[in-house]
T-cell receptor, first 114, second 112 residues
Framework: SQTIHQWPATLVQPVGSPLSLECTVE??????LYWYRQAAGRGLQLLFY??????ISSEVPQNLSASRPQDRQFILSSKKLLLSDSGFYLC?????????????FGQGTRLTVV | GNSVTQMEGPVTLSEEAFLTINCTYT??????LFWYVQYPGEGLQLLLK?????DKGSNKGFEATYRKETTSFHLEKGSVQVSDSAVYFC???????????FGAGTRLTVKP
């Protein structure tokens, strides 16, 4: 069966420090991968999605970037964190073009920028 | 583009009350529709889904019917429990553009 791993679960980082959040998927190949951010008390904002290795689509301009170095690995990064980057980050995978499957989520990373 | 609009919360109910959370969508063609639930500090879990018009998704006493004529997918439960307290998200996927869109989420609190 498919599983998705996301780490770390919680992270406290100072303003201006770098960020790297990792997400890996097992049990499926060539998944679509997504990064979402959930600010406190708010809904899910789609940040990036990827349909294949090295293919990244950005939904909104921001202080973050994403990379997909391997088929089942998706990384969210920042060179210098801002206070406004605090939030709950969720990685997800879903079916690709031609399918309307549901999304499967990791457990999330709670990021607090101080 | 595709989008989902759901009823704003928070919603507070007493145990055994009837629940409705409204959800409407905008999309071309035939998306699949979903309800997800998020318990505190966790990721989202699929609650139910419907993949074509007039389909009814159901799980754990929750139901939602895919209404293409009103572009809606309202979530209902006849008798809520304290353990149903969570945030509920309406969502759609559309195969033509790898899109996965979520509503803003509705926080439900059920009091004993």
């Amino acid at each position: 069966s498919q599983t998705i791993h996301q780490w770390p679960a919680t992270l406290v980082q100072p303003v201006g420090s770098p960020l790297s959040l990792e997400c890996t998927v097992e049990g499926t190949s060539n998944p679509n991968l997504y990064w979402y951010r959930q600010a406190a008390g708010r809904g899910l904002q789609l940040l990036f999605y990827s349909v294949g290795i090295g293919q990244i689509s950005s939904e909104v301009p921001q202080n973050l970037s994403a990379s997909r170095p391997q088929d089942r690995q998706f990384i969210l990064s920042s060179k210098k964190l801002l206070l406004s980057d605090s939030g709950f980050y969720l990685c997800a995978w879903g079916g690709g073009t031609g399918t309307n499957t549901e999304a499967f989520f990791g457990q999330g990373t709670r990021l607090t920028v101080v | 583009g595709n989008s989902v609009t759901q009823m704003e919360g928070p919603v507070t109910l007493s145990e055994e009350a009837f629940l409705t959370i409204n959800c409407t969508y905008t999309a071309t063609g035939y998306p699949s529709l979903f309800w997800y639930v998020q318990y505190p500090g966790e990721g989202l879990q699929l609650l139910l889904k419907a993949t074509k018009a007039d389909d009814k998704g159901s799980n754990k006493g929750f139901e939602a019917t895919y209404r293409k004529e009103t572009t809606s997918f309202h979530l209902e439960k006849g008798s809520v429990q304290v353990s149903d307290s969570a945030v509920y998200f309406c969502a759609l996927t559309h195969w033509t553009n790898n899109d996965m869109r979520f509503g803003a989420g509705t926080r439900l609190t059920v009091k004993p």
